[in-house]
Protein backbone atom coordinates (compact mmCIF):
# COMPACT_ATOMS: atom_id res chain seq x y z
CA UNK A 1 0.00 0.00 0.00
CA UNK A 2 1.20 3.44 -1.00
CA UNK A 3 1.05 6.39 0.37
CA UNK A 4 0.47 9.51 -2.58
CA UNK A 5 -0.32 12.98 -2.33
CA UNK A 6 -2.36 14.26 -5.27
CA UNK A 7 -1.66 18.23 -5.63
CA UNK A 8 -3.93 19.77 -8.12
CA UNK A 9 -5.85 23.12 -7.87
CA UNK A 10 -8.91 21.75 -9.61
CA UNK A 11 -11.44 19.65 -7.06
CA UNK A 12 -12.56 17.34 -9.82
CA UNK A 13 -9.04 16.16 -10.54
CA UNK A 14 -8.51 15.89 -7.24
CA UNK A 15 -11.26 13.47 -6.80
CA UNK A 16 -11.35 11.82 -9.54
CA UNK A 17 -7.45 10.36 -8.88
CA UNK A 18 -8.18 9.59 -5.00
CA UNK A 19 -10.85 7.44 -6.44
CA UNK A 20 -8.38 5.50 -8.64
CA UNK A 21 -5.33 5.42 -6.17
CA UNK A 22 -7.75 4.05 -3.60
CA UNK A 23 -9.55 1.73 -5.81
CA UNK A 24 -6.17 -0.02 -6.37
CA UNK A 25 -5.44 -0.18 -2.16
CA UNK A 26 -3.57 3.12 -1.87
CA UNK A 27 -3.71 5.74 0.74
CA UNK A 28 -4.65 8.90 -1.14
CA UNK A 29 -3.97 12.69 0.76
CA UNK A 30 -4.94 15.77 -1.04
CA UNK A 31 -3.35 19.21 -1.85
CA UNK A 32 -4.99 22.16 -3.84
CA UNK A 33 -1.58 24.05 -4.30
CA UNK A 34 2.28 23.90 -4.33
CA UNK A 35 2.10 25.98 -1.12
CA UNK A 36 -0.04 23.53 0.89
CA UNK A 37 1.95 20.48 -0.71
CA UNK A 38 5.22 21.64 0.05
CA UNK A 39 3.83 22.42 4.22
CA UNK A 40 2.55 18.75 3.90
CA UNK A 41 5.79 16.99 2.79
CA UNK A 42 7.42 18.75 5.79
CA UNK A 43 5.56 17.15 8.21
CA UNK A 44 4.47 14.12 6.71
CA UNK A 45 6.45 10.87 4.43
CA UNK A 46 4.53 9.67 0.79
CA UNK A 47 5.83 7.38 -0.91
CA UNK A 48 4.72 9.21 -4.64
CA UNK A 49 3.60 12.76 -5.54
CA UNK A 50 0.90 13.66 -8.44
CA UNK A 51 1.95 17.29 -9.17
CA UNK A 52 0.37 19.46 -11.31
CA UNK A 53 2.11 22.35 -13.18
CA UNK A 54 -0.24 24.91 -13.03
CA UNK A 55 -1.26 26.44 -9.85
CA UNK A 56 -1.66 29.48 -7.78
CA UNK A 57 0.43 30.75 -4.76
CA UNK A 58 2.85 28.12 -5.93
CA UNK A 59 3.27 26.07 -9.21
CA UNK A 60 4.35 22.58 -9.43
CA UNK A 61 7.68 22.81 -10.83
CA UNK A 62 8.37 25.16 -7.85
CA UNK A 63 6.89 23.20 -5.34
CA UNK A 64 9.15 19.98 -6.33
CA UNK A 65 12.14 22.20 -6.28
CA UNK A 66 11.59 22.75 -2.45
CA UNK A 67 10.23 19.64 -1.78
CA UNK A 68 13.48 18.09 -3.08
CA UNK A 69 15.29 20.03 -1.08
CA UNK A 70 14.47 18.28 2.19
CA UNK A 71 13.02 14.69 0.91
CA UNK A 72 13.82 12.33 -2.18
CA UNK A 73 9.82 11.84 -2.87
CA UNK A 74 9.33 10.00 -6.35
CA UNK A 75 7.25 12.54 -8.80
CA UNK A 76 4.81 12.36 -11.53
CA UNK A 77 4.29 15.60 -13.10
CA UNK A 78 0.71 16.00 -14.65
CA UNK A 79 0.33 18.62 -17.25
CA UNK A 80 -1.29 20.56 -19.87
CA UNK A 81 1.93 21.57 -21.30
CA UNK A 82 3.71 18.80 -23.28
CA UNK A 83 6.09 21.09 -24.92
CA UNK A 84 9.70 19.47 -24.77
CA UNK A 85 11.01 22.13 -23.17
CA UNK A 86 8.85 21.46 -19.90
CA UNK A 87 9.19 18.11 -19.71
CA UNK A 88 13.27 18.37 -19.88
CA UNK A 89 13.03 21.22 -17.31
CA UNK A 90 10.76 19.04 -14.98
CA UNK A 91 13.61 15.87 -15.47
CA UNK A 92 15.93 18.17 -14.61
CA UNK A 93 14.14 18.87 -11.32
CA UNK A 94 14.02 15.66 -10.48
CA UNK A 95 10.53 14.50 -11.59
CA UNK A 96 10.45 10.45 -12.17
CA UNK A 97 7.77 10.88 -15.23
CA UNK A 98 5.75 13.47 -16.81
CA UNK A 99 2.05 12.90 -18.06
CA UNK A 100 0.27 14.96 -20.39
CA UNK A 101 -3.24 15.97 -19.82
CA UNK A 102 -5.50 14.30 -20.44
CA UNK A 103 -4.76 10.75 -19.54
CA UNK A 104 -6.10 7.82 -18.50
CA UNK A 105 -6.41 6.91 -15.22
CA UNK A 106 -5.43 3.78 -15.66
CA UNK A 107 -2.50 4.46 -17.90
CA UNK A 108 -1.71 6.76 -14.74
CA UNK A 109 -2.11 3.91 -12.57
CA UNK A 110 0.67 2.19 -14.22
CA UNK A 111 3.31 4.52 -14.66
CA UNK A 112 2.65 4.73 -10.53
CA UNK A 113 3.57 1.33 -10.52
CA UNK A 114 6.45 1.55 -12.94
CA UNK A 115 8.07 4.25 -10.70
CA UNK A 116 7.88 2.98 -7.68
CA UNK A 117 9.05 -0.59 -8.98
CA UNK A 118 12.09 1.16 -10.12
CA UNK A 119 12.59 3.13 -7.34
CA UNK A 120 12.53 0.08 -5.13
CA UNK A 121 14.68 -2.14 -7.51
CA UNK A 122 17.20 0.97 -6.95
CA UNK A 123 16.85 1.04 -3.33
CA UNK A 124 18.12 -2.61 -3.26
CA UNK A 125 21.38 -2.49 -5.02
CA UNK A 126 23.93 -2.75 -2.24
CA UNK A 127 26.75 -2.95 -4.76
CA UNK A 128 29.78 -0.62 -4.18
CA UNK A 129 31.62 -0.35 -7.60
CA UNK A 130 34.64 1.28 -7.64
CA UNK A 131 36.13 2.59 -11.53
CA UNK A 132 39.56 4.12 -11.11
CA UNK A 133 38.82 7.20 -9.04
CA UNK A 134 35.11 7.22 -9.67
CA UNK A 135 33.53 4.99 -6.40
CA UNK A 136 29.49 4.31 -6.89
CA UNK A 137 27.52 3.22 -3.43
CA UNK A 138 24.22 2.69 -4.97
CA UNK A 139 22.71 1.74 -1.81
CA UNK A 140 23.91 5.24 -0.36
CA UNK A 141 22.73 7.06 -3.50
CA UNK A 142 26.49 8.40 -3.29
CA UNK A 143 28.83 9.03 -6.32
CA UNK A 144 32.51 10.12 -5.47
CA UNK A 145 34.53 11.43 -7.79
CA UNK A 146 38.43 11.47 -6.58
CA UNK A 147 37.17 11.62 -2.96
CA UNK A 148 34.80 13.95 -3.32
CA UNK A 149 31.34 13.59 -3.48
CA UNK A 150 29.74 14.48 -7.01
CA UNK A 151 26.09 16.17 -7.02
CA UNK A 152 23.59 14.31 -9.31
CA UNK A 153 20.21 15.36 -10.04
CA UNK A 154 17.67 12.18 -9.14
CA UNK A 155 17.81 11.36 -12.93
CA UNK A 156 21.10 11.09 -13.38
CA UNK A 157 21.72 9.25 -10.52
CA UNK A 158 18.88 6.35 -12.07
CA UNK A 159 20.73 6.80 -15.13
CA UNK A 160 24.13 6.29 -13.80
CA UNK A 161 23.48 3.30 -11.65
CA UNK A 162 21.42 1.51 -14.77
CA UNK A 163 24.30 1.96 -17.12
CA UNK A 164 26.61 0.52 -14.17
CA UNK A 165 24.32 -2.52 -13.53
CA UNK A 166 24.39 -3.32 -17.41
CA UNK A 167 28.02 -2.49 -17.90
CA UNK A 168 29.40 -3.81 -20.88
CA UNK A 169 25.75 -4.16 -22.32
CA UNK A 170 24.71 -1.86 -25.38
CA UNK A 171 21.84 -0.01 -24.61
CA UNK A 172 19.69 2.01 -27.03
CA UNK A 173 18.24 5.45 -26.40
CA UNK A 174 14.51 3.95 -26.45
CA UNK A 175 15.56 1.25 -24.55
CA UNK A 176 17.13 4.20 -21.72
CA UNK A 177 13.95 5.83 -21.88
CA UNK A 178 11.91 3.06 -21.25
CA UNK A 179 13.92 1.68 -18.26
CA UNK A 180 15.24 4.70 -16.57
CA UNK A 181 12.74 7.62 -17.28
CA UNK A 182 9.38 4.56 -17.37
CA UNK A 183 7.54 5.97 -20.50
CA UNK A 184 7.71 6.76 -24.21
CA UNK A 185 9.16 10.09 -25.21
CA UNK A 186 7.26 9.91 -28.65
CA UNK A 187 10.39 8.85 -30.42
CA UNK A 188 12.44 11.98 -28.96
CA UNK A 189 15.47 10.75 -27.88
CA UNK A 190 17.16 13.97 -27.07
CA UNK A 191 16.41 14.05 -23.58
CA UNK A 192 18.81 10.46 -23.10
CA UNK A 193 21.74 13.06 -24.52
CA UNK A 194 20.63 15.69 -22.32
CA UNK A 195 21.11 13.32 -19.33
CA UNK A 196 24.24 11.91 -20.36
CA UNK A 197 26.22 15.41 -20.99
CA UNK A 198 25.04 16.76 -17.64
CA UNK A 199 26.15 13.65 -16.30
CA UNK A 200 29.47 13.40 -18.06
CA UNK A 201 30.08 17.11 -16.81
CA UNK A 202 29.54 15.45 -13.08
CA UNK A 203 31.98 12.13 -14.09
CA UNK A 204 34.68 15.24 -15.29
CA UNK A 205 37.47 12.87 -16.66
CA UNK A 206 35.72 9.71 -15.82
CA UNK A 207 33.10 10.51 -18.45
CA UNK A 208 35.31 8.28 -20.57
CA UNK A 209 33.41 5.39 -19.02
CA UNK A 210 30.00 6.13 -20.60
CA UNK A 211 30.63 5.17 -24.31
CA UNK A 212 28.79 6.61 -27.38
CA UNK A 213 27.34 4.09 -29.80
CA UNK A 214 27.21 5.99 -32.93
CA UNK A 215 23.40 5.56 -34.00
CA UNK A 216 22.48 3.66 -31.77
CA UNK A 217 22.59 4.50 -28.06
CA UNK A 218 25.34 4.36 -24.83
CA UNK A 219 27.15 1.55 -22.61
CA UNK A 220 29.14 1.80 -19.58
CA UNK A 221 32.57 0.51 -20.09
CA UNK A 222 35.92 0.21 -18.41
Known sequence: MLKILIVDDEEMIRSVLREYVEFEGNEAYEAA?????VKLCRDND???ILMDVMMPHLDGFSAVKEIKK??????????????????LFAFELGVDDYVT???SPKELMA???AVTKRRAQNKS??????????????????????????????????LLFYLVRNKGIALTREKLLYDVWGFD???????VDTHIKMLRSNLKEYRKFIVTLRGLGYKFEE
Open 185 to 191: FYGDDRT
Open 111 to 113: RIN
Open 46 to 48: YDL
Open 101 to 103: KPF
Open 33 to 37: DGMEA
Open 70 to 87: GKDIPVIMLSARGEEYDK
Open 125 to 158: GNELQKFEGLEIDMAGRNVYVDGEKAELTPKEYE
